[in-house]
């Protein structure tokens, strides 16, 4: 069930990123909530169109000010959150691997990695995919995990090539704290 819910969270942000072209504000050095907060990477802003907003709602939406190139896809950060449920382990491998494949399956991509990583809230299972209809597309997803009230996925978009987006993914891991 969890799994499921899940899989519907990061089909809502691969949406909400699919809408990335459109003009943003200027960034904050952090983005603050109520249960928890992260950096804003350089490069980066929040979006001030309402669609945004309604996307993640309690969450963060960020998008690249501007291609790194003409043609790149325009990267996006969005940190959605999972429904409460039961508790559950976000270092268990086994279920790490199991939201990996479905992801992969429900988004038509390749799966790269799934792999438990060391974050700023402590060891969680994050995944990499490969669109499969456009190969220069990935997505880094990361699950944050306090408890089952306070669970995020952080979804990070990008053109492969973009090295700065991938650089920026890890900032948001590596600065997110807990409240």
């Given at each position: 069930m969890q799994s499921k819910?899940?899989?519907?969270?990061?089909?809502?942000?691969?949406?909400?990123?699919?809408?990335?072209?459109?003009?943003?504000?200027?960034?904050?050095?952090?983005?603050?909530?109520?249960?928890?907060?992260?950096?804003?990477?350089?490069?980066?802003?929040?979006?001030?169109?309402?669609?945004?907003?309604?996307?993640?709602?309690?969450?963060?939406?960020?998008?690249?000010?501007?291609?790194?190139?003409?043609?790149?896809?325009?990267?996006?950060?969005?940190?959605?959150?999972?429904?409460?449920?039961?508790?559950?382990?976000?270092?268990?491998?086994?279920?790490?691997?199991?939201?990996?494949?479905?992801?992969?399956?429900?988004?038509?991509?390749?799966l790269k990695a799934n792999q438990m990583v060391m974050t700023s809230a402590g060891n969680m299972c994050q995944w990499t995919l490969t669109n499969m209809k456009e190969s220069n597309r990935g997505f880094i997803g990361t699950l944050m995990y306090k408890t089952r009230d306070n669970a995020w996925i952080v979804g990070c978009n990008f053109d492969n090539s973009d090295r700065l987006a991938q650089d920026a993914c890890a900032e948001v891991l590596k600065g997110w704290a807990f409240k």
């Open positions: 819910i899940t899989i519907r969270i990061i089909l809502t942000i691969l949406i909400v990123c699919a809408w990335a072209g459109t003009a943003v504000a200027e960034s904050s050095t952090i983005s603050k909530r109520a249960t928890f907060s992260l950096p804003v990477p350089s490069g980066f802003s929040k979006p001030t169109a309402e669609r945004f907003v309604k996307a993640a709602p309690g969450g963060v939406v960020l998008i690249e000010n501007k291609r790194v190139k003409p043609n790149m896809f325009l990267a996006s950060i969005v940190v959605k959150k999972i429904a409460s449920g039961p508790d559950f382990d976000p270092s268990d491998s086994a279920l790490c691997k199991e939201m990996a494949n479905g992801m992969a399956a429900q988004m038509d991509a390749v």
